[in-house]
């Protein structure tokens, strides 16, 4: 059940670059193509089917029956995966890596908010069909970003030498962390229920691609969310005029270089999210996953003995075309290559990126999908919710930093005002008529008298930085308090999001905790909400 709606600019973990997007700010209006609106689908609907074509929707679908040929799943998702090959057929569409067991729960909420968008989209256009679709990161090599998850204030990693495309890491190692998750979780039903679903998606299979595909799908396949593994030779050999594009021509370099100094111009604050290469290709090979180079011979794979001429490379491409893996640049196009995609979902971080993308886009003559902040939450409990109550302070309160919220706090308490302000201005307007004297004076005087200003103003801020040092030992216990609820729903000091995972919730909740995140989730409202469960 929602309890809050916060607008995202009240909130300081947010970008002014996320929050003037949001806010349908002018000045963002050339980065993108249509804001993400149920109204403002229909043209995002006439531009993809008018440029996507049969041929593409066909290897989609039989890349598609490959991938889930070991997978068993539901009816719903099979009857997705065969919906793609009609020419009415929409994919809604949120990416990830490979995280343990989903990392943070915002892996949740993204799926989540592609569920509810394409159902959202069902109800409004009938004619049509709408899919949820995660993409698999499965060549992403930052393994250290997706090796652990937090239980409670416990860290679980699971370490491996493993190197290259996380999707081949082998999960031979993961017994010894699935022995730790036993013990951390406890005993019982909800309990019971993650362990099955841990050992099934990890022990159970070869490599992390297939684990994350199995964990997802367990997940998810109720609401007929379909899995895709971009790491297909069929679906990049769809993509290999682009990739070409990229090695000679470097209009995503080009382009987003241009880009990235209009947004700068626009305002100095909003974040570069990502920098463009020359090159925006790796090159995969068992163990690596390696930059491609531009050399004065032709190009060369970075600190590998592998160098290629011009022809070669080409010649590489078109044979193996497999062996070329997309940086943050170039694999939001070839997601709209190979997707008949109308709109991806992501967090702040990945919306900034997107924005930087649109002119490469149209230079490339790929329809540009709408963007859409995923739905971001705080889960809080019943307990803490009495917590808030006894300690009379609001779920807002709970986003500032400590300090502020430790200053606001005492001063609630104070039975007299600790802002000394009143005082500060009396005391300027005393010096306004020193200053008049002054002025009938000598320059000295007058310096004399800022010098004696700045010192009874100084000597009043000392006076009330000590009073309200002394009110906080009055209320120390109170304060401990409200310190404490913070930390508990701001753990390692950040949005709860960004660090807890899905677990916590799920041994309390248990299989009715994605239903009811389900229902309660909009995704065409864009604030941030506060769930109790």
């Known amino acids: 059940m929602i309890t809050a709606h916060i607008p995202y600019q009240n909130i300081r973990f947010f970008s002014k670059l996320i929050t003037d997007y949001v806010l349908e700010k002018e000045e963002l209006r050339p980065f993108y193509n249509h804001f993400p609106s149920l109204l403002h689908f229909k043209k995002q609907i006439v531009e993809k089917e008018e440029s996507f074509e049969q041929n ?36 809604i569409t949120t990416g990830h890596q490979l995280s343990l067991f989903t990392g943070h729960l915002y892996f949740i909420y993204k799926i989540i908010t592609v569920i509810n968008t394409a159902k959202k989209l069902s109800e409004v256009y009938t004619d049509c069909h709408f899919v949820p679709v995660y993409w698999m990161a499965t060549e992403d090599h930052d393994f250290e ?4 998850f937090h239980l409670s204030q416990q860290t679980i990693s699971w370490n491996s030498t493993q190197t290259g495309a996380t999707g081949n890491f082998t999960t031979d190692t993961l017994e010894a962390v ?20 841990f050992h099934n998606s990890y022990l159970k299979h070869q490599n992390l691609a297939e684990a994350t595909r199995f964990l997802v ?58 920098n463009p290469r020359e090159i925006n290709m790796f090159y995969l090979t068992p163990n690596g996953r390696d930059r491609i180079v531009k050399t004065n011979e ?29 940086n943050v640049i170039l694999r939001p196009l070839y997601q709209e290559v190979i997707l008949p995609n109308l709109a991806y979902i992501g967090g702040g971080g990945e919306i900034a990126y997107w924005l930087e993308l649109k002119s490469f886009f149209e230079k ?12 971001s939450a705080m889960l809080i409990s019943e307990r803490q919710e009495e917590k808030l109550q006894k300690l009379k302070i609001s779920v807002e309160d709970l986003f500032l930093k400590t300090d502020d919220l430790i200053n606001k706090k005492i001063k609630q308490l104070s039975s007299f005002p600790i802002d000394f302000t009143p005082q500060k201005t009396i005391l300027q307007k005393q010096f306004t008529d020193l200053y008049l ?30 009073l309200l040092k002394a009110q906080k030992r009055k209320y120390s216990e109170e304060l401990d308090h409200t310190v404490h609820l913070q930390n508990e729903l701001f753990p390692n000091v950040l949005l709860q999001e960004r660090f807890a995972n899905f677990t916590d919730f799920y041994l309390q909740k248990g299989e009715k905790l994605i239903p009811e995140l389900v229902n309660d989730f909009n995704p065409f409202d864009f604030r941030f909400v506060v769930v109790r469960y």
Do not use: C, W
């Open 56 to 91: 593409t929707r066909d290897v989609l679908v039989k890349s598609l029956k490959e991938q889930y040929a070991q997978q068993k799943t539901t009816s719903k998702v099979l009857r997705n995966i065969e919906l793609l090959a009609k020419r009415n057929t929409f994919t």
């Open 145 to 148: 970003e997706i090796n652990h």
């Open 178 to 197: 699935f022995q730790i998750f036993d013990r951390a979780i406890g005993l019982g039903k909800n309990a019971d229920a993650l362990r099955l679903l």
């Open 217 to 274: 799908n367990a997940l998810f396949e109720e609401y007929g969310v379909v899995v895709i593994d971009g790491n297909d030779k069929a679906l990049k050999e769809l993509f290999v005029s682009y990739i070409k594009d990229d090695l000679l021509y470097h209009t995503a370099y080009n382009e987003v270089t241009k880009t990235i100094g209009a947004l700068h111009q626009i305002n100095t604050s909003y974040p570069i999210q990502v």
């Open 298 to 326: 032709g190009y060369a794979v970075y600190q590998k003995d592998i160098h290629f001429t011009k022809d070669e490379i080409l010649k590489e491409l078109n044979t193996f075309p497999e062996r070329f893996s997309p």
């Open 364 to 375: 490339e003559n790929i329809p540009f999908p709408m963007l859409m902040l995923r739905n």
């Open 437 to 466: 004297l002054a002025q009938q004076t000598d320059v000295t005087f007058e310096k004399a008298v800022k010098a004696q200003e700045a010192k009874q103003l100084k000597g009043l801020e000392q006076l009330e930085k000590r």
